[in-house]
């Protein structure tokens, strides 16, 4: 039986460790102090037009601080500003030789980490499941983390150790792959946030101007850009902002969930990592001379 340790008893948190044990992992998870006690958590897979799927994720241990054992796989479930913590060095030492899973895709994730663990060591798996502290409105029957995973979508995973991870989601019932280009993670993140940051910027308003959607469009396309120098990739075909703005017209009829609630709940609370992000680009992009300004400004638009 692997061990794991999950770092985060976040929604992602859970539903990563949900999907493990259910791979026969042995699902560890390191809390905040104060949290010790927390015992698990009902979770409910959402499901277009029928009731969601009552699951729940029962921990095999909970602690506070990192402990030297023989951990297989050490899966790093928090925010990226978190990532910049020290704590990652006292991590380093307890998890030995550990894959060491980040689903982070900000532009300095990876090198951030490759400070404290050893390159070949780290595995990032790009998330395509939605999760959230539920309910929002009255999606679930009582409180828990609701997720979706959009139909045939995939998780992304790039590593060394790759396929033992992929495996590991496998096992648990999820679509996964191996992704052997670099910056797919990183790519995704610059092809959707900067739409986050203009949503926040406009007060999490559906649907969004049509002014609004163009200049979030070309922050993308700066943003793109600014990945796509960083990996050597060639830079995707731009979606048009009339395009976007007609998946947000059409998305909240679709979806299992009320997506402004969602949109506004999840991403206020990570706020500090959308602006880490549009900091990274634009300081990457002016270092490399490639055009930022639509980028400094949505960054400026931004509340303090």
């Given amino acids: 039986m692997s061990k794991v340790l999950i770092v985060g008893a976040g929604a992602l948190g859970q539903v990563f460790g949900l999907w493990l044990a259910a791979a026969g992992a042995r699902v560890s998870y390191l809390v905040r102090p104060g949290r010790e006690s927390w015992e698990g958590a009902s979770l409910y897979r959402l499901r277009r037009g029928r009731a969601p799927v009552s699951e729940r994720i029962v921990p095999y241990e909970v602690i506070s601080e990192p402990r030297r054992e023989q951990w297989d796989m050490v899966w790093l479930c928090v925010d990226s500003p978190a990532l910049r913590g020290e704590w990652t060095r006292a991590l380093r030492a307890a998890a030995g030789a550990a894959t060491v899973v980040t689903i982070g895709q900000d532009p300095g994730d990876l090198s951030t980490l490759a400070r404290v663990w050893p390159q070949e060591q ?61 910056g797919a993670g990183e790519l995704a993140a610059a092809r959707m946030i900067p739409y986050i940051a203009e949503l926040e910027a406009s007060g999490w308003r ?75 680009w634009i300081a990457e992009g002016a270092a490399r001379t490639l055009p930022v300004g639509h980028l400094s400004a949505l960054r400026d638009s931004l509340p303090a």
């Fill in 122 to 182: 780290i595995v990032q798996v790009t998330p395509t499941l939605l999760a959230y502290q539920a309910p929002l409105e009255r999606e679930v029957p009582a409180p828990g983390v609701a997720y979706w995973v959009p139909p045939g979508s995939a998780a992304g995973v790039t590593g060394a150790r790759a396929p033992q991870v992929v495996a590991a989601l496998q096992g648990g019932g999820v679509r996964a792959k191996r992704v052997t280009r670099a």
């Fill in 206 to 280: 559906l649907p969004a101007s049509s002014t609004r959607l163009r200049g979030a469009t070309a922050s993308v396309r700066e943003a793109v850009a600014v990945v796509c120098a960083q990996h050597g990739l060639r830079a995707p075909v731009s979606v048009p902002s009339w395009a976007v703005g007609l998946a947000l017209r059409v998305l909240p009829w679709l979806l299992p969930f009320n997506l402004r609630s969602y949109l506004e709940t999840h991403f206020t609370k990570v706020s500090a990592q959308t602006r880490l992000m549009l900091d990274g």
